[in-house]
């Protein structure tokens, strides 16, 4: 399957799931997907346990064959310019989902989507947070309700030991980007 324009795909800081996303950007791009990588500050500036900062964007644009867009200036022509079909954020952060669900926009993430969501294009969140049944689940319905958004499947991944922790299947990443850009949500939304 291919599009007539660039999926963005948007990298927020949740660290123990990059090692999951990129096996799934590159089974994108072997889709035939054209990925436009934009990474938020902590996703492009953190060394964490899990990765490097400049390893990690080195991975990415490996695969996705593209410069990475980081910086709000960057982000901001896809609006007026209509550049993408559909935005990915995978992962989407709790911190993203509360700014996302407020208007706010302070991170090329952020900006990509509300350029996007102008656009009257999709938005396709891979929900990975820890308190996503807990403060964030206000903004989860909030979103779910806005026009345009669409989830990755999710689950709780540990509800016992983190009972409020919500994650996407990446997986699902592939057949949920095909619903959105059809307008319709991939279900069961809830696993």
Do not use: W
Request: glycine residues 10%; hydrophobic residues 40%; charged residues 15%.
């Amino acid at each position: 399957m291919s599009t007539s324009k660039p999926i963005g795909f948007g990298i927020t800081g949740s660290f123990c799931t990059f090692h999951k996303i990129l096996p799934v950007m590159k089974a994108l791009v072997e889709e035939g997907h054209d990925l436009i990588p934009i990474l938020s500050p902590a996703a492009s500036n953190f060394d964490t346990r899990f990765t490097g900062a400049s390893d990690f964007a080195l991975q990415v644009r490996a695969i996705t064959g593209h410069d990475i867009l980081t910086t709000i200036t960057e982000a901001e022509p896809i609006g007026p310019k209509g550049l993408l079909d559909a935005m990915i954020i995978a992962p989407c952060t709790g911190n993203t989902l509360a700014k996302l669900a407020s208007g706010i926009t302070d991170t090329a993430v952020l900006m990509a989507a509300k350029a996007q969501l102008r656009n009257g294009g999709p938005v396709l969140l891979f929900v990975s947070t820890n308190d996503g049944l807990g403060l964030n689940f206000k903004n989860i319905g909030t979103l779910m309700s806005t026009k345009n958004i669409y989830f990755v499947p999710f689950t709780q991944d540990d509800p016992t030991g983190k009972p409020n922790s919500l994650v996407s299947d990446p997986a699902l990443i592939s057949a949920a980007l095909k619903e959105s850009l059809s307008g319709h949500q991939l279900q069961p939304v809830l696993g």
